[in-house]
């Protein structure tokens, strides 16, 4: 499962464009992990982000398929189009997936991952 991190305030990147998205992430299972994280980044972002009061936190899931971590597949693909959008990953995500380029993208549509990341543009 993988859950995008939004706060209630959008933030300029380097491309120029705003986005509310903080953090993407991934966990194996269990909605429990997501709600750890949020605690965790929730922390951080009240701490360095001046005027957040309210992260959101969004699941995107996928279908599953046989011997792929679709999840993590997922989680890589859309960090590959956010750093193409806006040139850099988001406020608090520190490595990349092990998708670089969004050519490289094989499992899902870049059209579809540019909709669900411009959800939270501004």
């Given amino acids: 499962m993988v859950y995008v991190l939004a706060a209630d ?9 705003r986005s509310r ?13 997501p709600a750890t ?3 965790d980044k929730a922390s ?3 701490a360095e982000l001046h005027g957040v ?4 936190v ?16 997922l989680e ?8 193409e959008m806006h040139f850099e990953l988001p406020r608090f995500n520190k490595k990349r997936g092990s998708v670089k380029y969004t050519e490289n993208i094989k499992l899902f549509r870049t059209r579809t ?5 411009l959800q939270f543009a501004v």
């Fill in 9 to 17: 305030k959008s933030f300029r990147y380097r491309s120029g464009r």
């Fill in 21 to 33: 998205i903080v953090y993407i992430g991934t966990t194996g299972g269990g909605a429990q992990r």
């Fill in 37 to 39: 994280s949020a605690a």
């Fill in 44 to 46: 951080q972002a009240f």
């Fill in 53 to 56: 009061r309210r992260l959101h």
């Fill in 58 to 73: 969004h699941i995107a899931t996928c279908p599953g398929r046989r011997r792929v971590r679709t999840w993590e597949e």
């Fill in 76 to 83: 890589s693909a859309l960090l590959a189009v956010f750093k």
């Fill in 113 to 117: 991952l540019k909709k669900l990341i």
